[in-house]
């Protein structure tokens, strides 16, 4: 039985007339679990990136598998460098300093925005964390409590402190 793990990922992605949905019951994927397992217990380096990518899904990934993520129509990840700065401690949402809190809970700290659609995205159902710009490995992902088509000139971003989880607390 796989340890129970709390990841909750609450996310505002903000479409076009201010629309607003929380994302939730997030997971680690198998390939995030077993980095960390290697890391902690095992000495191996966890081959975290210097930068994460921010990416939109019309089919949830789930532990094992790649979901299916948005493609055309201007549709590209979002970069998020690896930091102190980008990423609340656990202390507090917009924390700056090394984690210290007891909750487990981080949040991004600046806005992810994603290039304006010049073609529709489809339904947007889930959200995601990528080590690399294209290809890559998924390591956390979770569905928005609101699904959401995106349509040409759509804004669609998480605004600063929406994306927020929280691990095995």
């Not at 990840?77 to 984690?99: D, E, F, H, P």
């Not at 487990?104 to 690399?132: H, L």
Request: negative net charge.
């Amino acid at each position: 039985m796989k340890p129970t793990r709390h990841i909750i990922l609450a996310g505002l992605l903000v479409v076009s007339s201010l629309f607003a949905g929380f994302a939730h019951a997030g997971a680690l994927t198998d390939f995030a679990e077993n980095k960390i397992v290697d890391a902690t217990l095992r000495g191996q380096a966890i081959g975290a990136p210097a930068t994460w990518y921010v990416a939109l899904y019309t089919i949830c990934p789930t532990d094992s598998t790649a979901g299916t993520e948005v493609t055309g129509g201007s549709y590209a990840r979002v970069a998020v460098t690896a930091g102190l700065t980008q990423w609340a401690g656990t202390q507090s949402a917009g924390s700056t300093i090394a984690s210290s809190g007891t909750g487990g809970t981080t949040s991004n700290n600046a806005a992810f925005t994603f290039p304006t659609p010049t073609a529709t995205w489809n339904t947007v159902v889930c959200w995601g964390v990528i080590d690399a710009a294209t290809a890559g490995n998924l390591w956390i992902y979770s569905a928005l409590t609101v699904s959401k088509t995106i349509n040409i000139g759509d804004a669609v971003s998480f605004a600063a402190g929406s994306a927020t989880f929280q691990i095995d607390n």
